[in-house]
C-alpha cells in the first residue's frame, strides 16, 4: 500500500475516532413539544429560556423534558411576570427562590402536588448550578423542618384532629397535637408517654417526661382539653398516643398519619415543638426555665427561632430596657 493510501486511511480512522467521541446530539424532532395553559403572549416571553433549561437538563435529571416543562415554565412565568426576575440560571434556580415559589405561590396545590414540583425543580437547580446548589437545599430543609406552623396551620390541623373516624384516633390524634403543640415534645417523647405522666390540679396539666431529658412540662392552656379528653377516654389505654403500639416504633406518628384521613398540612413533630417554643418566646417565658422545660442544654438552640418572634411596637416589656 503507498504511502498515500496509508495517510487516506489514517484520516479516515481520525474521523471515525473523533465522532465516536463526540457526545451524541438529539435530534430537534426528537425534543418534547410542549403546549403550556397560559396566555400566548406570557409563553412567547419565557418560551426560549424554558426551552433551553429543559433540553439541556432532561438528561442529566430523573425526569423527563415532559415532566419538567411543567414545573420549569411555572418558575419562570413567576420569576418573569410577579418577581420580576431576570430570567438567568442564578436567579432562577437559586434554592433560596424556589423554596420562596413553592411556599408561597402554590397555595391551590395538594401537599403532594407541591412535593412533585419541588423535587423537579430542585433536580433542575442541581444541574444548572451544581454542588452549590444541592448545599443549599439541604440547608433550606432542615430550616423548613424547624419552621413554626402557622395560625391557620394550627387550625387546619385541629379540623383534622376532629374529622377522625373513631374515638381512638380522635383523641390520638388530639393528645399528639396537645403533645407537640401544647407542650413541646419531641416525637420520640409523644410515642414513649403513658397516661400515667399526664396529671392535672388546680394549675393545669402536666407532662412528666422520662428518659434523657427527664422534666416536668406544663401544658399550654389551650391545648390542656385535648389531653384531659384522652385521659377520659375510654379508648385510651396505657399509651397517650394510639392505644395498642408496644413502644419504640419510631415510625408511629407517620404512620399514624399517613391513614386517612390525612391532614392538608404535613404534620410533623419538630415543626410543633418548634410552634410551642416560639409561643413561649412570644409570651417572654424566662430563658433558664424554658430551656429546663424544653429539656435543652443551652440557648444557642433557640438561634434558628428567633426570626419568627415578633415584637409589638407597644410591648410593655420595653419599658424595663429603659
Known amino acids: 500500500m503507498s504511502d498515500e493510501a496509508d495517510e487516506r486511511r489514517e484520516r479516515q480512522l481520525d474521523a471515525v475516532r473523533r465522532m465516536a467521541e463526540r457526545e451524541p446530539e438529539v435530534p430537534a424532532a426528537a425534543h418534547y413539544q410542549y403546549t403550556p395553559k397560559m396566555p400566548a403572549d406570557q409563553w412567547a416571553a419565557i418560551r426560549p429560556y424554558v426551552q433551553r433549561v429543559v433540553r439541556d437538563t432532561a438528561h442529566r435529571t430523573p425526569y423527563s423534558e415532559k415532566e419538567l416543562y411543567p414545573a420549569v415554565s411555572r418558575l419562570a412565568l413567576f420569576a418573569w411576570a410577579t ?3 431576570p430570567l438567568e440560571d442564578d436567579n432562577v434556580f437559586d ?3 424556589i423554596n420562596r415559589f413553592v411556599q408561597h405561590h402554590l397555595g391551590q396545590y395538594s401537599r403532594a402536588g407541591k412535593n412533585t414540583l419541588r423535587a423537579r425543580l430542585r433536580r433542575t437547580s442541581e444541574a444548572l448550578l451544581g454542588d452549590e446548589a444541592a448545599g443549599t437545599f439541604r440547608a433550606l430543609g432542615k430550616a423548613e423542618a424547624s419552621r413554626p406552623y402557622t395560625p391557620s ?3 387546619s390541623l385541629l379540623s383534622w384532629a376532629g374529622s377522625q373516624h373513631d374515638e381512638e384516633r380522635t383523641t390520638s390524634a388530639g393528645a399528639l397535637l396537645a403533645l407537640g403543640l401544647g407542650a413541646g415534645l419531641t416525637g420520640r417523647e409523644i410515642i414513649d408517654l403513658e397516661l400515667v405522666d399526664i396529671t392535672s390540679d388546680s394549675r393545669g396539666v402536666m407532662v412528666r ?3 434523657d431529658d427527664a422534666r416536668d412540662v406544663p401544658v399550654l392552656a389551650q391545648w390542656a382539653p385535648l389531653l384531659q379528653c384522652r385521659t377520659a377516654s375510654k379508648a385510651a389505654s396505657r399509651w397517650a398516643f394510639r392505644s395498642g403500639q408496644r413502644g419504640g416504633n419510631i415510625n408511629l406518628v407517620t404512620d399514624f398519619v399517613s391513614r386517612n384521613p390525612r391532614p ?3 404534620l410533623q413533630s419538630r415543626r410543633m415543638r418548634a410552634t410551642w417554643i416560639v409561643e413561649h418566646l412570644r409570651r417572654g417565658t424566662p430563658l433558664d426555665l424554658l430551656l429546663e422545660v424544653a ?3 443551652s440557648a444557642e438552640a433557640l438561634d434558628r427561632l428567633l426570626p419568627y418572634v415578633a415584637r409589638a411596637d407597644d410591648d410593655p416589656r420595653r419599658d424595663s430596657l429603659r
Open 295 to 297: 429539656g435543652l442544654q
Open 264 to 266: 392538608t398540612v404535613e
Open 83 to 85: 418577581a420580576s426576575v
Open 95 to 97: 434554592p433560596r427562590f
Open 209 to 211: 417526661v422520662s428518659g
Open 153 to 155: 396551620e394550627v387550625a
